[in-house]
């Protein structure tokens, strides 16, 4: 124990007659303590004052101390896909892991017992000429203190009191309950419990350690095991003072360093170790045997770390009975969320990820490479009712790689730099997911709702708005397509068909299919929600596990990250349990894998087709009004993969082609690190039980529009044909393949025209990129 353990007088410059008396005092308040404590017949106006000092304290029994003991925070980790470390979850209080005896090196365990207590096998919790000597070594103003707390004291202070203050009823305190502590526990139980402990100050990773594996990690970078007798010696003599001793600043290494020979001189007096072993070990280079400055889990894979917590959490959560839905009703889920945030932090658990390492890096890999984007801009934009300039605004981006058989979040790009953006884009970030909505919230419910097939006859005309009279649904070219099947109205995603077939399947219908995968519907969601026209729009991980659910036969599974969690006793707490649903028929799902093969093949997202040949490959792509947000949805039989790309405060893309650019990026390098993922013979297989013939949508109105044709034709007979049909003029023909990374060049496949001026619609793009 150091000087100052003991209480001392407020006023260090008083004259030395009232420091002696304070002293003589004080030393006869131990014996006191000591006397009370050992003798139950001990009474009398000494007596009353002590147990006045302790009459707060209940009798403890074993379950309490049972519970301070064993109920400290521990370090908890996280684990990639294949078991391997990610690295330590972090906690503002500090690392540790639990140690047995067997599991320290006994070099330390003699450290500490002949530098702290070498009667620790011997006294009942107190050793009353210790005690009293140190009432001397105070009194006196002796240079250098011996101390006189036991380790058992020491334990009572730390774990059962928590108590550091210097005053006569904490002492008292810890006296009475060290007596009790002995007569509970055998020496090794109490051995153990100091050694888990102990607070050595911070590691080499700035990290705050408790008990003797966390010091010898983050100090010397070895298990505690392992630690030599130098290094030993070190540990034991930082105890009392640990930010002093620190060996990672240049005066607490230099201190340490001499506290360090005191220990050694102190385990040769006491027959640990022999004169040779001394010798040696003072000339031991302790600064060459520092463990070096590590990277932590945080730094190396922050957007990993943060999610861990928080969906590590909710799995908590779910496996204590509360539903975060309902918790989110109450206005209870953030300060729920925090609590069980805490509890990962310090509950010494194990989780185990879905996240795939090498798949993982790979996609950050592609998504962080600057080529694919433009250059940092500066524009104006209004924030809070303020206008604002933001300088060197980068382009964003956030993606996820989904296993559409489980839902396992296999690998996802949160940002850029997160050291510039800590906002995880593909976890957390909702935006406007434009014509991406229309194969969710449209086509597929229509297609399984039996309102049309593929080759349904759809009307491209002037539509008027419902529930806003003299609005109407325009093109910003004036022209229309008239007539075209569902197919090539999704492959070109033209946008009046979608409202149609989206009227014809009936809102809270449409809106249904949505809810059933947990997408966030708003209740001010209306029909322009189909092309994209959202309240508040969803997240990249949301809307590529809709699109996993057409990959997978109508089947939907919850994408999830927590595999499983366990505890620091090994017990099992969580673990992931599929609850797939059917949201859509497999005829249906198959219908509408066959029209978004098509959007890829010769489509809006023909430049994502070309890249992939061989493979069977189907998506979507999306765009917001004025190009804020870029989207593309693809999948494979095996995986589906979400890209979205934009600034953070809207702002128009300069290349309209980008979420396919970098989509495109991304997925040939997750095939290269992986050809397995989603080999290139696989394909969608066939259900059955396809609809024998066409379902008439508006087929009667053909005719109409086939009288108009054959006029145009005879006008136009003798004019050459558009060489684009499929670009910003309309047309069904085969667009260019765009070309990147040129920020110049346009998007052909952006809905054939559908450009129209629709400011009344809450952020939809009225056509598809």
């Known amino acids: ?130 005690l009293l000597r140190a009432v001397y070594e105070e009194l006196t103003n002796q240079k250098v203190v011996t101390g006189g707390s036991t380790i058992t004291q020491q334990l009572v202070k730390r774990a059962i009191l928590e ?56 100090i010397f970078g070895v298990d505690v095991k392992d630690l030599n007798i130098p290094q030993a010696a070190y540990l034991a003599g930082m105890i009392q003072r640990p930010n002093d001793y620190n060996p990672f600043k240049k005066e607490g290494l230099e201190r340490g360093k001499k506290r360090m020979e005191m220990v050694l001189q102190n385990m040769l ?29 945080y730094s190396r894979y922050p957007y990993i770390m943060m999610a861990v917590e928080e969906r590590a959490a909710e799995a908590l959560m779910r496996a204590d009975g509360l539903d975060p839905k309902e918790l989110s009703k109450k206005g209870q889920y953030q300060a729920t969320l925090q609590k069980y ?22 996609m950050n890999k592609a998504a962080q490479n600057s080529d694919l984007y433009a250059s940092p801009i500066t524009y104006r934009t209004k924030l809070g009712g303020k206008w604002v300039t933001l300088k060197n605004a980068t382009e964003e981006v956030g993606a996820t790689l989904i296993d559409v058989e489980t839902g396992a979040l296999l690998g996802f790009v949160g940002g850029r730099d997160f050291e510039k953006e800590q906002k995880n884009h593909a976890l957390n970030s909702a935006r406007q997911p434009g014509s991406a909505m229309k194969p969710l919230l449209g086509y597929g419910p229509a297609l399984d709702r039996g309102v049309i097939t593929p080759g349904s006859i759809i009307v491209d005309e002037p539509l008027q708005a ?3 009279p003299g609005k109407v649904y325009r093109n910003s070219t004036g022209q229309y397509k008239g007539p ?51 309240t508040y729009g969803f997240t990249v991980e949301r809307m590529t596990a809709g699109y996993a659910m057409i990959a997978n036969g109508g089947s939907f599974n919850e ?27 497999p005829q249906a799902a198959y219908m509408l894998t066959d029209m978004l093969k098509a959007v890829v093949r010769g489509g809006t997202a023909q430049y994502i087709g070309s890249g992939f040949g061989g493979y069977d490959l189907a998506g979507k792509t999306g765009t917001t009004q004025n190009e804020y947000d870029l989207w593309f949805v693809g999948y494979t039989p095996k995986v589906a993969m ?61 005719k109409e529009f086939e009288k108009e044709d054959k006029k145009e034709e005879k006008e136009k007979r003798h004019q050459p044909r558009p060489n684009n049909p499929g670009g910003n003029n309309g047309g069904n023909g085969q667009i260019p393949i765009p070309q990147p990374p040129n920020d110049q060049e346009n998007d052909n496949g952006n809905g054939g025209g559908n450009r129209g001026g629709w400011g009344w619609i809450p952020r939809p793009r009225p056509g598809d990129g």
């Open 1 to 130: 124990m150091t000087k100052g353990d003991f209480p001392s007088p407020p006023d260090q410059n008083r004259a030395g007659n009232k420091r002696v008396l304070k002293g003589v005092f004080y030393g006869l308040f131990v014996c006191l303590v000591i006397i009370l404590s050992l003798s139950l017949g001990a009474a009398g106006v000494a007596a009353g004052y002590v147990a006045a000092l302790v009459k707060d304290e209940p009798v403890r029994d074993k379950d309490y101390f049972n519970q301070k003991l064993s109920g400290w925070h521990q370090t908890s980790y996280a684990y990639f896909r294949d078991k391997s470390l990610i690295g330590s979850v972090r906690t503002l209080i500090g690392d540790r892991k639990l140690v047995e005896n067997d599991e320290v090196s006994q070099y330390l365990i003699d450290a500490l017992i002949s530098t702290e207590d070498r009667e620790f096998y011997e006294h009942s919790g107190i050793v009353p000429r210790s």
């Open 163 to 218: 108590n550091y203050s210097k005053t006569y009823d904490r002492k008292a305190k810890e006296i009475l309950l060290a007596l009790r502590l002995e007569r509970m526990y055998n020496k090794e139980e109490i051995l153990n419990a100091y050694l888990n402990s102990l607070y050595f100050g911070t590691g080499s990773g700035g990290q705050h350690m408790y008990g003797v594996q966390a010091a010898a990690q983050g």
């Open 269 to 297: 007096d006491n027959g640990k170790i022999t004169q040779q072993q001394y010798e040696e070990a003072r000339s031991f280079d302790i600064k060459g045997s520092l463990s070096k400055k590590k990277q932590n889990a």
């Open 341 to 362: 945030i805490q509890k990962v932090q310090q509950g010494g658990y194990h989780i185990y990820t879905t996240i795939d390492k090498k798949l993982y890096d790979a």
């Open 466 to 468: 419902q529930g806003t």
């Open 484 to 534: 075209v099947t569902a197919k090539t109205a999704l492959q070109w995603s033209y946008n009046i068909p979608a409202i149609k077939v989206f009227r014809a399947v009936g809102l809270q219908n449409g809106f249904d299919y949505l809810r059933k995968m947990n997408f966030p519907v708003h209740p001010h969601d209306g029909e322009a929600s189909v092309i994209g026209g959202l």
């Open 559 to 585: 994408p999830y990250m927590i595999e499983k969690i366990v505890d620091s006793s090994g017990k099992t707490v969580y673990e992931h349990k599929p609850d797939p649903m059917q949201v859509m028929s």
């Open 642 to 702: 979400g890209v979205w790309v934009g600034y953070d405060y809207n702002h128009r893309i300069s290349n309209s082609n980008r979420a396919k650019i970098v989509w495109r990026a991304i997925f040939q390098e997750v095939l290269k690190e992986d050809p397995n993922l989603s080999p290139r013979h696989l394909r969608f297989k066939n259900p059955g039980g396809l609809p024998s013939q066409q379902k008439c949508f508006e087929c009667g109105r053909q």
